[in-house]
């Protein structure tokens, strides 16, 4: 990867002892590759990379990535590290660099929906309009952002503040987040389309039941889950996942080999699903008693040296297969993806 952009910064003060522990643990979290001594820790990713370094009393900190876009992500992913690690040490920061200020961030885009449709028995498909869907397509990453403005207000979208850090409305005019999973990015006519998991209670999938046309929405990203590599795969995950198992099937290379398991509720959820031959596909259902980990429990590697695991789902499932896979089977650390995508 070529790295093109680049902050950094000094931080002064009291640090905790565990600071690069705690960060290490965040990050890995997430899948990032992570490698600490015990004053310097870096965090890297397909795209950037973050490099700290401990003092006696100050952190230095750099971010280099491939655009200013990718940086700016992780430059706001930094920080909430530090946020959530030391509390108020990131707070006078005084960044050198590549840093967008007093605008909307890089990576926000607003879009109108233009119709929503049922096309399985607990997915409805959005489609939105969005003149940035050229930028959406060109950029790695399966997954955006979708932000919710309050019914009824005005929306009001993220900020980049003087330090160019993204601020987000509180409040009345506080904005649902959620992620999800590109079905279709069709840039000649600036449209894409994604699917909602229906579950009850859940504020997107409310919006999805009665959105009308015409109404904006803000996008941001795209970020994570990039195409998996590996000739030889296992591939799992809820139907929380569905859509990015979809993806990774569809743009798979025809000589791909390997297994994919999707839990669902009932049988009225299974569908087609465009894949290898040499891919097989096993659908789980809940209704009788099947489960994920009933499979990843004992399920063995991929066979050959270009293997790859893809689990997606339930946060604590997935750190068990996580560990499993990684710690039990000596998977590598460029080998596999394991990522929740929501919480029991």
């Known amino acids: 990867m070529t790295r093109t952009s680049n902050a950094s910064a000094t931080f002064a003060g009291p640090l905790p002892p565990d600071l690069l522990p705690q960060i290490a643990g965040f990050a890995q979290d997430v899948d990032l590759h992570v490698v600490r001594s015990d ?3 870096r965090l890297a990713a397909p795209r950037a990379r973050i490099d700290l370094a401990v003092a006696p009393a100050s952190l230095a900190v750099r971010v280099e990535a491939e655009d200013i876009s990718v940086l700016h992500m992780m430059r706001d992913y930094l920080l909430y590290l530090l946020d959530q690690a030391a509390p108020g040490l990131a707070s006078g920061e005084d960044w050198q660099g590549d840093i967008l200020r007093n605008r909307l961030p890089p990576n926000f885009c607003t879009a109108t929906v233009r119709s929503v449709r049922r096309v399985a028995p607990r997915f409805l498909r959005v489609e939105l309009e969005c003149a940035e869907t050229g930028r959406l397509a060109r950029e790695p990453g399966m997954h955006f952002a979708l932000l919710l403005p309050p019914r009824g207000r005005e929306p009001v979208w993220p900020r980049l503040d003087g330090a160019g850090r993204t601020v987000l409305p509180e409040g009345a005019d506080r904005l649902h987040r959620a992620a999800y999973t590109f079905v279709d990015l069709d840039p000649d006519r600036g449209r894409f389309t994604f699917d909602v998991f229906e579950h009850e209670g859940g504020r997107t999938t409310a919006w999805a039941r009665t959105a009308e046309a015409g109404e904006v929405v803000g996008i941001t990203g ?7 590599p590996g000739r030889d795969v296992l591939i799992a995950g809820d139907e929380t996942a569905l859509p990015a198992i979809r ?12 297994r994919a398991f999707v839990e669902v509720g009932t049988a009225a959820e299974i569908c087609d699903m465009q894949r290898p031959e040499g891919v097989t596909m096993t659908w789980l259902r809940r209704d009788r008693g099947e489960g994920l980990w009933d499979v990843l429990s004992t399920a063995d590697l991929p066979g050959g040296p270009d293997r790859y695991v893809w689990v997606a789902g339930e946060k604590q499932l997935l750190r068990k297969a996580k560990l499993r896979f990684r710690t039990t089977l000596g998977l590598g650390a460029k080998e596999g993806y394991f990522a929740h995508y929501w919480e029991a």
């Open 39 to 41: 004053t310097a820790l």
């Open 222 to 228: 795209p970020g994570s889950g990039d195409l998996p």
């Open 247 to 258: 993806w990774i099937l569809a743009a798979s290379p025809a000589d791909r080999r390997g």
